[in-house]
């Protein structure tokens, strides 16, 4: 598998995060997760920073990668690693917002959970980030992951759902994202 | 999606990667994350280590103990093969032989006579250790028609009996020379029994 990797990688223009994580994989090198970390973290701290303040979002996405460095037996060749890597921050966060006082109910639907002022950017005037506070989580999360190119499988793996339930997250995002577009040019 | 929607749909999207262009990530989380990579490798490293020094450790036994069954396996081979081929040489002493009383040869008149000679030649062997020169007289063979009649220095005469002299000739103990007139030497044992009878060659010294 080496051998294959190092030919892959010499014949090849680009080297894919998939061949990079590989290598990390094989060979443990900490150049491979460096550029895996240039090339994925932005998408992920951005991300998560949609759905909690920095603070957070900086604790969940470093928490991330060391679960990559943990797990790395786990990464599987047949997907993106980048899906994987969302997968990955996309539980930690649940798993926090299980932990903390925000979320008391293990049990509670995903679609039931609301934005919450001290989860979300405070000081930022953005517009977007404002409608975005406004949504329910789970369609929050299906709108940003849209956002930074997932297809509707690849969501529906991250957020563990259907592809018909992230299809309607989806639909009902947008409408109120719309609306609240609209209400902002009005 | 429909086309009224689209417009509103592009400006979503622009909004959201306008706002992630404007995220910066802190860049103190890298440094943390590849410390951790680091002190993983390393610590990783030295299981490596461990885990191959061991498995090196291990396949040296195992090779030691096959090579080890293999050389004792061959040496048992070899010398079974040793001694197929080249059975030892060595005599094994019979001590005591069991036979059946049918199975004792079955010997004929004369086997019987030559075997009781044999004995007697024997037992003579046996008892002749005994029979060393104790003195020498010296005589002349002065008959040889019954046995021999030899005359010694001090005139007396010795009668040895035919059979006794056919005996001396078979034991060697009379020289086969001896003619009639001959002079003798008669060598005795300790109890006056002749062992040896042999010609002299010098003039008689009577």
């Not at chain 1, 649940?94 to 405070?122: F, G």
């Not at chain 1, 506070?133 to 690849?154: D, H, T, Y």
């Not at chain 2, 910066?24 to 943390?32: A, S």
């Not at chain 2, 000679?117 to 037992?123: A, F, G, M, N, P």
């Amino acid at each position: 598998m080496s051998i294959a990797l190092t030919l892959k990688g010499l014949f090849s223009s680009q080297q894919t995060n998939e061949w990079l994580m590989q290598k990390y994989v094989i060979s443990s090198d900490s150049d491979a997760l460096s550029k895996l970390y240039e090339n994925c973290q932005k998408d992920l701290y951005h991300f998560l920073l949609v759905s909690a303040n920095a603070e957070l979002a900086a604790e969940i996405s470093q928490r991330t990668w060391l679960r990559v460095i943990e797990k790395k037996h786990l990464y599987q060749t047949d997907g993106r690693f980048i899906a994987w890597l969302f997968t990955l921050g996309r539980n930690q966060l649940i798993d926090e917002y299980r932990r903390s006082s925000k979320w008391c109910d293990a049990d509670m639907d995903i679609d039931t959970l609301v934005s919450d002022k001290e989860l979300v950017p405070e000081s930022s005037s953005d517009k977007l980030v404002s409608m975005l506070q406004e949504l329910p989580f789970a369609q929050r999360e299906a709108f940003s992951l849209q956002q930074e190119g997932f297809g509707l499988q690849e969501i529906s793996t991250i957020t563990h759902s259907p592809i018909e339930t992230v299809k309607s997250r989806l639909r009902y995002a947008r409408q109120s994202l719309r609306k609240a577009l609209e209400n902002s040019y009005e | 999606m429909s086309e009224v929607d689209k417009p509103l749909d592009d400006k979503l999207s622009e909004l959201y990667q306008e706002h992630k262009q404007k995220t910066h990530v802190p860049r103190y989380l890298k440094h943390q994350v590849m410390v951790t990579a680091k002190r993983a490798n390393k610590k990783q490293t030295k299981v490596w280590q461990s885990t191959t020094w061991l498995s090196a450790f291990a396949t040296i036994a195992v090779l030691a103990i096959l090579v080890n069954m293999s050389f004792i396996r061959k040496g048992t081979v070899d010398r079974f093969d040793e001694l197929a081929t080249n059975p030892p040489k060595r005599a094994f002493a019979i001590n005591i032989v069991h036979r059946l009383e049918s199975e004792a040869p079955i010997l004929t008149a004369k086997e019987q006579r030559e075997q009781k000679l044999e004995k007697i030649y024997q037992d003579y062997q046996r008892r002749k250790l005994a029979y060393t020169v104790h003195r020498q007289e010296t005589a002349e063979l002065v008959a040889v028609s019954d046995g021999w009649s030899l005359k010694t220095c001090d005139e007396q005469v010795v009668q040895i009996s035919p059979k006794l002299v056919s005996l001396f000739v078979d034991w060697e103990r009379i020289e086969s020379d001896i003619a009639l007139g001959d002079q003798v030497d008669i060598a005795f044992d300790e109890q006056g029994r002749i062992t040896k009878i042999s010609r002299i060659t010098e003039l008689a010294h009577c």
